[in-house]
């Protein structure tokens, strides 16, 4: 089988986002080292624009259709895809419209509006998201751009390995974290042509592990969007995302809420980074699984970190009466 | 009157200092731009090991003891300097004893602890720092280093604003946060030496002002201890570093506690960053004085993170409720 996207669409992908995101930095910290057992290379992507590797995507999918003569984009997401399109819709000069679900944290909806998208609520249910967004779509003439299930979004995702593995060559292994998969996907096909022994692992909340049981049952189990603390990866794994992910993806390992609290304030405490809960769901997944990874020099994805300032306290103070 | 450092003390501290501490990258970000009226280039210091800039004059101060025979150094600290001391020493094979006030953050006390470092605690007033300090020094043989009136320490700390005005340019002005003073002691022979027209300010809560009434007066006026939440800009100014600050500094700009908060708040969500309060004061006179700044380029010290994560939903609940 064709795969979905090759290492030629990621590098294609790198040209095209370069002017509108960050090259993120690679971290390493001894602490971390220590408390893992392994040599952490850190690619935080909570630094990129919008706070999030999101904005690689956007940029590249938004950036193939201008050129193709879009005049405004639509998506629906729980919000730093819609974040991201919004700022790359501003930045390319095309209209957006970004469905949300009414419960998305505030700071994620501030930010949309921030980047001059509109904001089209809706309930928290996938059907809801995908009607409302069809409609919206309907009546604007905007052309849907899904939040991972879409070659170009995985390609623009997959420049986040590509970036680490040239910056932090020979590394052992990379860990993922896994919603929809578009970022997985994406940095498989990059580590995969870069580094062919690369071992590659997905990361997700023990409570939100439908692509883990997807991958054992060989087809999708669709996401039943359970209430994991890391609200970033309660999605379904796509009709793209999901055979890249069962041909290069060597294992999903998961951690449950009080291990991906505990990741994220190691993160807060030693690399100094603020990072939402998602995005530390790599790094606890290292700590849950020790064994698995000690003496490796393993790639770990900071996904983002739109994190709403006053839901950190109740974050903290969770993880210690735990 | 002879300068009780020069540029070329700040360049051999660069040279000491490099094995041990990072340089730290210089940050950048649209929307605080918007927000402040100006163009803001961040020296974020909560990246540098130990989590703060002190890790600079420390090792500073240590490599010179060091290779000068010592085999132990102590000092009193509010934390940041003890921990930097602590990792300094331990870097470089001598023994540390560090003098902490009982009431400095939990966090602060256990990063001195995890360098390895012996912790004495004392009352919070500087003369039982002093008196504790007198006394473990003279019991073990270790070398006093103070937290900042010293010239190895204050060319150490300079080492902040060589990077920056070599990694951005042309600046017209630099906000340095004053607790002691040899932050920006350093900082302001470094700059004006690179940049001879930078205009320098000092940034300092309202609450512990005593650096800018000691500038106004002409005299050193000593600090209070106020309980301003920037608790490494508690500590009153030295007989090195005042007259340093009298030549260079154009003014000592004050802002609010809420303030404090508000800029930290916006460096967590805007910059992803965590600082300490002390850490968000610069950017907080930049709000709290725009009209200062309005259109200049301006280098901001972020000048530590080192804060408890248990106490950040009390910081951003008590800006809320301001």
Chains 1, 2 share one sequence.
Do not use: W
């Not at 997905?202 to 969007?225: C, F, K, N, V």
């Not at 530390?280 to 997944?285: E, K, S």
């Amino acid at each position: 089988m064709k795969s979905v996207i090759t290492f030629e669409d990621v590098v294609a992908a790198a040209a095209r986002i370069a002017p509108f995101c960050h090259r993120t930095p690679v971290m390493t910290s001894g602490t971390l080292d220590a408390l893992s057992g392994a040599r952490l290379f850190f690619k935080p992507e909570n630094l990129q624009r919008t706070g999030s590797f999101k904005c690689r995507g956007a940029s590249s999918a938004v950036s193939v259709l201008a050129a193709a003569g879009a005049r405004a984009v639509a998506t629906h997401s729980a919000g730093n895809h819609g974040a991201a399109l919004a700022y790359a819709a501003r930045a390319h000069g095309l209209a957006c419209h970004v469905v949300v679900p009414a419960t998305a944290p505030r700071v994620k909806k501030d930010a949309i509006e921030g980047y001059g998208a509109r904001l089209v609520l809706c309930e928290p249910t996938l059907a809801a998201r995908e009607t409302t967004c069809a409609a919206v779509c309907a009546e604007t003439g905007a052309t849907l751009v899904p939040p991972y299930d879409h070659p170009d979004i995985m390609a623009g995702q997959g420049t986040v390995a590509l970036e680490l593995l040239q910056d932090a060559p020979k590394l052992d292994a990379l860990v993922i974290p896994v919603g929809g998969g578009g970022l997985c996907a994406g940095a498989c096909v990059a580590a995969r042509a870069l580094s062919p022994g690369v071992r590659l692992f997905g990361a997700e909340p023990a409570l939100a592990d439908d692509a883990r049981r997807s991958l054992a049952a060989g087809s999708i189990i669709p996401s039943t969007y359970p209430d994991t603390v890391a609200d970033g990866l309660r999605t379904s794994l796509g009709e793209l995302t999901f055979p890249v992910l069962r041909t290069h993806l060597e294992d999903i390992l998961t951690v449950d809420e009080a291990g991906i609290l505990e990741a994220m304030e190691s993160i807060y405490t030693r690399l100094k980074l603020v990072v939402e809960p998602s995005g530390a769901v790599g790094l606890a997944v290292l700590f849950a699984h020790r064994e698995r990874f000690a003496g490796l020099r393993v790639g770990v994805v900071l996904s983002g970190g739109n994190v709403d300032p006053s839901r950190l306290g109740e974050f903290f103070s969770a993880r210690r009466a735990s």
